[in-house]
């Protein structure tokens, strides 16, 4: 089945630092990946939609200069994390849709928790 | 506003006994709906679909109800193992509402789902 290696799966760095976070489709080509983030006990909310080729679709109230997202590939989107500060502790986790999507599903990487000091 | 609503936070059954988790929504313009069990510290785990021209789908242990009419979708797990305890989302995809817009997954909170040997 489809799926999407997402690294590193956790990070801790200083405030005012940035982090790279990759997602990859190991079997498929992913011409769209989705990019979420997960508070504890909360929805996953979408911040933004990465598309091969062209740029990002934020969510409204997601800063764009804040979370850069590049989809350099159809099997490569990475989410950049720009200037980081403890706010932006949480777990991000990417998805695609996969072959046979949406009733086989979109597949999620394993996420990544990101701690912020 | 949120658009998938999962009410009840969590849910304990016996092993063997059927688990019933509850999902509504209000977007008319979602397509298909989606159930995911995730670990924490996880990403995501697909479950089972189903189309919104469909009010059944069955897939082993796990049977998802939809009455469009109510905006309601059921998930009902039977019979109930140990190793089902997870959280389960429902989640909606939301079709592109402009020409060139991508689709969505829009999730609700979450059901901490506890089954007890």
């Known amino acids: 089945g489809a799926v999407v290696s997402q690294h590193p799966s956790w990070v801790i760095c200083k405030s005012g630092t940035s982090v790279k976070i990759e997602c990859r489709s190991l079997d498929f080509q992913a011409t769209t990946m989705f990019w979420y983030r997960q508070f504890p006990k909360q929805s996953l909310m979408l911040m933004a939609t990465?598309?091969?080729?062209?740029?990002?679709?934020?969510e409204q109230g997601v800063e764009k200069d804040k979370f850069l997202i590049n989809h350099a590939s159809l099997t490569l989107s990475t989410l950049t994390v720009t200037s980081a500060h403890p706010e932006d502790s949480s777990f991000y986790i990417c998805s695609a849709p996969g072959w046979g999507s949406p009733n086989y599903g979109y597949t999620f990487g394993s996420g990544t928790r990101l701690t912020v000091v | 506003d949120q658009q998938v609503k999962q009410n009840s936070p969590s849910l304990s059954v016996q092993e063997g006994r059927i688990s019933i988790l509850n999902c509504d929504y209000t977007?008319?313009?979602?397509?298909?709906f989606l159930w995911y069990k995730k670990y924490p510290a996880e990403g995501p785990t697909f479950l089972i679909s189903?189309?919104?021209?469909?009010d059944k789908n069955e897939d082993g242990r796990f049977t998802v109800f939809l009455n469009k009419s109510a905006k309601h979708l059921s998930l009902h797990i039977v019979p109930s193992q140990p190793g089902d305890s997870a959280v389960y989302f429902c989640?909606?995809?939301?079709?592109?509402?402009?020409?060139?817009?991508?689709?969505?997954?829009?999730f609700g909170k979450g059901t901490k789902l506890t089954v007890n040997p």
């Open positions: 977007n008319s313009m979602f397509d298909y």
């Open positions: 989640a909606a995809r939301e079709i592109p509402l402009r020409l060139g817009g991508s689709e969505k997954l829009v």
């Open positions: 990465s598309n091969e080729g062209s740029k990002a679709t934020y």
């Open positions: 189903i189309s919104s021209i469909k």
